[in-house]
């Protein structure tokens, strides 16, 4: 019997369609400081990146969660290239969804 | 000895200048629904609004809770007519405090 290879497609994790995705909900996730600097690092790099690549003042399983709390609202892609989880800013489908307010939270401080 | 009589100028209580409220504290105000409820409701009368006018799913003290939140976050504005206390939305202040955000928060529900 042959074990399939996993590849790095069957490790995406799920993600929600943002339209589906409530203001609460994304207000919630952004109202964590720690979530906002990650937006905040990924809308200024305007491309994906490694979760090593942030800074962040958490432990790396805080940070896992942070980013698992952000794909939940809509705000961020994953995906794996090898080992290295990637994470893209949905900016163009959240600008659909919810006009003006990820340039409002990320040029507001 | 003549004690005073209160005018409505004394009873206007103290509001924080916008310019010196960080985006945390706003955001901590606005993932409430019940003081986004507020917000939309002034935003959308456009004028002054007494407390009786907002029809709010909790209580009254509860409610005077979420006004004074919104008020130490430089969002609204209150002051007395007689017994009635007023509240306004601090829009201009807001707007160049906060550029887009009010919009985007108060057009996304």
Chains 1, 2 share one sequence.
């Not at 990650?38 to 809308?43: A, F, N, Q, W």
């Not at 790099?45 to 490694?50: G, R």
Request: proline letters at 6%.
């Amino acid at each position: 019997m042959v074990t399939p290879q996993r590849s790095g497609q069957d490790r995406v994790p799920p993600h929600p369609d943002v339209r589906a995705v409530g203001l609460q909900q994304v207000l919630e996730a952004l109202v964590d400081p720690v979530r906002r600097q990650i937006v905040r690092t990924l809308y200024a790099a305007d491309q994906d990146l490694n979760c090593g690549a942030f800074v962040l003042p958490v432990s790396k399983s805080t940070a896992t969660h942070h980013f698992h709390v952000l794909r939940e609202a809509g705000l961020i892609r994953q995906h794996y290239i090898g080992t290295s989880r990637m994470n893209g800013l949905r900016r163009e489908e959240f600008e659909e969804s919810f006009p003006g307010l990820l340039r409002a939270v990320v040029g507001n401080e």
